[in-house]
């Protein structure tokens, strides 16, 4: 039986971009890049190599500083290095929500017994990008072998 960390991991790092967007809408695929890649191996195989069963938390799709940078939700690349010991080179930006997070995390009782129990993740895991309006793109994921298809809501 594979692992958590296994699952997320192939999950996560086979995310493909996709093609058919509305004008004017662009996305950040972190997954893309090697080095997230390997940030998002070492940070499920860290906190996740496990098959206990976990309380999921859905966030919305993640911001361009934080998941949309690291690959890791709700974590931006310093929470990523000081708060779950996961060295990158993504520089010293800090964002809002993985503050947030990271401080209540710390209040549960760090990390570990957070991850133990708990998967904070995005509905959509890639950061969309729009100059005009807000919009919000939802997948369902009922596996992590089988997308479905996307839902386009306009805020």
């Known amino acids: 039986m594979s ?13 493909k971009t996709l093609v058919n967007l509305p004008p004017g809408i662009d996305i950040a695929n972190p997954y893309e890049s090697k080095e997230v890649k390997g940030l998002v ?27 949309g940078l690291t690959g ?6 310093v929470s990523l290095r000081n708060e779950c010991g996961v060295e990158n080179n993504l ?19 760090g ?15 890639l950061a969309l990008l729009k100059k005009t309006e ?3 793109i939802i997948t369902i994921q009922p596996s992590y072998s089988t997308p479905l298809p996307h839902i386009l809501l306009r805020l």
């Open 41 to 67: 191996r070492k940070f499920f195989g860290k906190y996740f190599n496990d098959n206990n069963k976990r309380i999921f938390i859905w966030g919305i799709n993640p911001g361009r500083f934080g998941g």
């Open 111 to 125: 990390v570990e017994n957070f991850y133990k129990r708990y998967f904070i993740t995005a509905i959509y895991p």
């Open 3 to 15: 692992t958590f960390a296994e699952k997320a991991i192939k999950y996560f790092t086979n995310l």
């Open 134 to 136: 807000k919009i919000i």
């Open 72 to 77: 890791i939700s709700f974590t931006d690349p």
């Open 91 to 109: 520089g010293t930006h800090k964002e809002l929500s993985s503050k947030f997070i990271y401080k209540f995390i710390n209040e549960f009782g």
